[in-house]
């Protein structure tokens, strides 16, 4: 069974600082990964996602993630924190089955940012 | 991308009662899914919206209490059935896009008293 561990339940940053948010997955197969953000009292948006190809993926609001199959990883980075990235990140394993894809979620972690 | 709409937004209900949450998706999609996300947890799959016929639910998730409805490419109701205290979640609708991603709706944030 496929499944997402997030290491830090909770991270604080200074804005302007640099972020790195820690995904491990466990699954069989190539996964599709996939990081989203949930801000308070709002749905889900996706950040990035990765199928297959270049291992390093950008995604909007200047994050990106790095792919490492060696290590288990799908790391997600930012250079710079902005205040307005506070939030929870989800980071997420896929299973394609007849063309859908499933999602396994990790529990999530929060980022909180200092002025 | 797809924009996928939820209504009621949240709700407050009393105990024993049903309350159905319709989820609208403003393009043609295959995949339909339900998630629920309990406070202060990440999100569970409850089961795959099919069109035309039965959802399919994943462990731990069952028919008589989570009936999914989806009438057509575009439009799915999940219902929560003789609600509990313990069924106080946000509710989630998601979309499968033309390459695989998911989308979600705002979600529906159901509190039973």
């Known amino acids: 069974a496929q499944s997402v561990t997030q290491p830090d339940i909770h991270i604080t940053v200074s804005e302007g600082a640099s972020l790195e948010l820690r995904c491990n997955y466990s699954?069989?197969?190539?996964?599709?990964l996939f990081w989203y953000v949930q801000s308070p009292g709002q749905g889900l948006q996706l950040l990035l996602k990765?199928?297959?190809?270049?291992?390093l993926v950008q995604g909007i609001k200047g994050f990106e993630a790095e792919f490492k199959r060696s290590q288990s990883s799908f790391n997600l980075r930012k250079p710079s924190v902005h205040w307005s990235d506070a939030a929870e990140y989800f980071c997420?394993?896929?299973?394609?089955?007849?063309?859908?894809?499933?999602?396994?979620f990790g529990k999530g972690t929060k980022l909180s940012v200092i002025p | 991308s797809a924009v996928i709409s939820q209504k009621p937004s949240r709700d407050i209900c009393q105990r024993g009662t049903s309350l159905t949450i319709q989820c609208q998706v403003d393009?043609?999609?295959?995949?339909m899914f339900w998630y629920r996300q309990q406070p202060g947890q990440s999100l569970t799959l409850i089961a795959t919206?099919?069109?035309?016929?039965?959802?399919?639910?994943e462990s731990g998730f069952v028919i008589d209490k989570f009936p999914i409805s989806r009438p057509n490419l575009t439009f799915s109701t999940l219902t929560v059935s003789n609600m509990s205290p313990e069924d106080s979640s946000i509710y989630l609708c998601?979309?499968?896009?033309?390459?695989?991603?998911?989308?979600f709706g705002e979600g529906s944030r159901l509190t039973v008293l």
């Open positions: 699954y069989g197969a190539t996964p599709y």
């Open positions: 998601s979309a499968s896009g033309l390459a695989g991603e998911l989308f």
């Open positions: 997420a394993v896929g299973s394609s089955g007849a063309g859908s894809y499933q999602l396994t």
């Open positions: 919206a099919n069109q035309g016929s039965e959802a399919t639910y």
């Open positions: 990765y199928f297959s190809g270049d291992t």
């Open positions: 393009s043609q999609v295959t995949m």
